[in-house]
């Protein structure tokens, strides 16, 4: 089990974030939502210490927890005063070997992922057809299932697959701990060595590997229409590659690329198509490179008033082209360099901020070294690589379209 | 999202590592040369300034019939300033890599702004200058109009808005806390430069402020710059009297095509000056706080599956207070939730709490308290709330005691007092079943119909 301290010591508190390296694009096939139903499940008790037993202790230390699932990883953590460290570490290690479950426990969680789903996606139309452009976007990976799973498949999840899931991944040496706060390496090497250090090890996970993506090439599109819709929306997803696997240089140069054309007011698309030519509420470009096995590059736009989607998709292309045919400014690249390099004194002023980005880089299999030269593999980025980034990437063809508009007249009630 | 923040974090943890031992959240009272008064919290560890502050007021000082004014004027601030157009502002901002944030609240017109220590002296200009003298160009208005419209046009589907809006249409009729803070889009429509001309006039003025700063600068710069920036505004506010009342009880059903239906309840509350108040919060973290322990989360969630999430919270106005809450769960089994809901804060409200309950809620809040203070914008934004609250500046200091003070006789007392009527109002917005005796009326955009039950 690898561990990690970041010493913070500005006020006497401690994050402690375990992390497995299991996500919800491990799932088994028919079983999507496996890897976040478990970690729900890892709330309902141990052998040792009965359902409620640890968030009561957490709870009555005045701590906060909490967990989350991504495509990539499952995580724990407790935020929590710097002398109850010893006793989460060791509920935390209790859990990692004791898990009981029972149809008891495990049904109700079920109708509780079920409701979460419904919350967090049925009830949001923009959600939906952010699910079926990922399920066009990915045609063989498996990020083109939905991370909280499909509701048909969820239905049918058991206490055997969770417990399956659970035998099989949940295992020190597939897990990292990061430890952020009010505490030195020492400390915490002594408390890992009584609590975690203890769990042995049930099995060898293997090395992640799973399908790939063919090359794509051809360019789709997405319609949904539902009644709920009062504001229609167009977005459009690009496949990229993430910093796990790109050519060097080159998620550096799609994160400057995103920061120029669409991050804030003064970027390209907010510019042209929301103040120039007033054509639409908001625009703005993202590229999310924290996956294992693939990235995105995102554009999202609302139109103004009664402007067409088909009209803002031409607007955006418009940019689109523009910033491939002749790339960035000196200026936009060292303005873009400018505000990263302030966010990145922002980011110090938060604990748990800090342990959440250890362990996204790290459950990625990337090391701590290869992070901290990020800086000047930033500051190195061109002009030019910036342009080679928009020629290669942003290519229609490796892309998919998503237009989010009301019910067609005839099928309104 | 923020992988760029997330990476150049990381790659500063070289530094953190010698960053020493420093931080003590020591506050002190600031008087200005000018005579302007703010809390400050000096800290060197992170070379980062945060202001926030606060002019009493907020949406509650639109003008009658014109809800959003306040909304759209906290969305312009940063949209053009003095002898710089919204383009010129906007990139002086980038240059500056600064952040501006307004906001609207029910009571409060809310800034803050975070700033490198750097560019402290040109942050603070910034601030002055759309505080003083916000330009209102006829582009970035529209503009501005514009998104907060779409921004309406959208919530008006949204159930969980829909459910917020029509509980506060139905408990506050003909007063300010009944409006929509972001308006409707009729009034968004109809808001002038002039409304918002007025409205900054009127509120933005010295003696209706309250300043938090937290960072990388001392006392006496601090005083400077808080004289250039708030020392010009007027003296005096103008603020139109809000009248004190009592939220009305209804219950609303409204019917929505989503696959859940939303659950907001609640009733009258217990102000932030009453004795009682922080017992009733002790009261309200034992029902429907924010842990995975509270009775409704055990009773709703963990026992039923019937929704990932339900809490409840008190909320003290400055001219009402009222208890909330709410969740979300399966159409078919909204009824049995809306009983589980009543019966729980009924059972507490009659029997109050155990005294293992009364010890754990106390040993959470006390614990937790800290956690309210971990980064510089968290410190600011409570000393600003201490502020606005009226309370006294060692607060911090006792706030711990009040709390461990609070007995098991208190907690049944007040629990009786407040939760009696806590479940008077319940609105329900989700598909309602067509074969019931009368049909819930359709929600229509930004005025939702609503049935009375």
Known sequence: MQVVVVPDHRAPIVTSMVWYRIGAADDPIGKSGIAHFLEHLMFKGTAKHPAGEFSSKVSEGGGAENAFTTNDATAFYQTIGKDQLGTVMAFEADRMEGLVLTDAVVLPERDVILEERRMRIDNDPGALLAEAMDAALFQNHHYGIPTIGWEHEMAGLTREDALAQYQRYYTPNNAILVIAGDVTPDEVRRQADVTFGRVPRRSEPGPRQRAKEPPPIAERTVTLHDERVTQPSLSRSYLAPSYPNAAPGEAEALDILADVLGRGPTSRLYRSLVIEQGIANSASAYYSGDGLDYGRFGIFAVPRGDVSLDRLGAAIDAAITDIRDHGITQDELDRAKKRTRAAAIYAQDSQATLARIVGTVMVNGQSLADVQEWPSRIDHVSVADVSAAARKYLDKRRSVTGSLLPAPAENRS | ????????????????????????????????????????????????????????????????????????????????????????????????????????????????????????????????????????????????????????????????????????????????????????????????????????????????????????????????????????????????????????????????????????????????????????????????????????????????????????????????????????????????????????????????????????????????????FDSSMKIARQILGIQIDGLPIDYVEKRNAIIANVTLDDARRVAKRFLANGTDMIVRVGPVPKSGPEEAVQAEATVPLVKHL
């Open chain 2, 1 to 372: 999202m923020p992988l760029i923040v997330a990476r150049l974090g990381l790659a500063l943890l070289g530094l953190l590592l010698i960053v020493p031992a420093s931080y003590a959240a020591k506050i002190e009272q600031v008087v200005s040369p000018g005579g302007i008064k703010a809390w400050l919290v000096e800290d060197h560890a992170v070379p980062v300034i945060a202001l926030n502050f606060a002019f009493g007021g907020g949406a509650a000082q639109d003008p009658a019939g014109k809800p959003g004014v306040a909304n759209m004027l906290s969305a312009l601030l940063d949209e053009g300033a003095g002898n710089l157009d919204s383009e010129a502002f906007q990139a002086r901002l980038d240059a500056l890599s600064l952040s501006f944030n307004f906001d609207a609240g029910r009571d409060q017109f809310y800034g803050s702004v975070k700033t490198l220590a750097e560019n402290r002296d040109e942050a603070f200009a910034m601030l002055a200058l759309s505080l003083q003298s916000p330009r209102f160009d006829k582009e970035p208005v529209e503009r501005i109009r514009a998104q907060i419209e779409s921004r309406v046009k959208r919530s008006s589907t949204d159930p969980d808005t829909v459910a917020m809006l029509a509980m506060c249409a139905s408990a506050y009729p003909n007063h300010p806390y009944g409006q929509p803070v972001d308006g409707t889009e009729a009034s968004v429509a109809a808001i002038s430069v002039d409304d918002l001309k007025a409205y900054r006039d009127r509120i933005f003025a010295r003696d209706n402020l309250k300043i938090a700063i937290v960072g990388a600068i001392d006392a006496k710069t601090a005083g400077a710059l808080i004289d250039k920036t708030f020392g010009p505004l007027a003296a005096r506010a103008e603020r139109t009297p809000v009248p004190d009342v009592a939220p009305k009880m209804a219950n609303l059903d409204i019917d929505m095509p989503n696959p859940q239906t939303i659950i907001r309840f609640g009733g009258p509350g217990i102000p932030r000056h009453d004795p009682d108040f922080m017992t009733a919060y002790v009261v309200n973290h034992i029902l429907g706080g924010g842990t995975f322990s509270s009775r409704l989360y055990e009773e709703v969630r963990e026992k039923r599956g019937l929704a990932y999430t339900i809490s409840s919270t008190l909320v003290p106005l400055e001219s009402s207070s009222a208890f909330a809450g709410g969740t979300a769960t399966r159409a078919d089994r909204a009824d049995e939730t809306v009983g589980i809901i009543k019966s729980e804060v009924a059972r507490l409200a009659k029997d109050g709490p155990t005294a293992e309950e009364l010890a754990k809620a106390k040993s959470y809040l006390i614990g937790s308290y800290a956690l309210r």
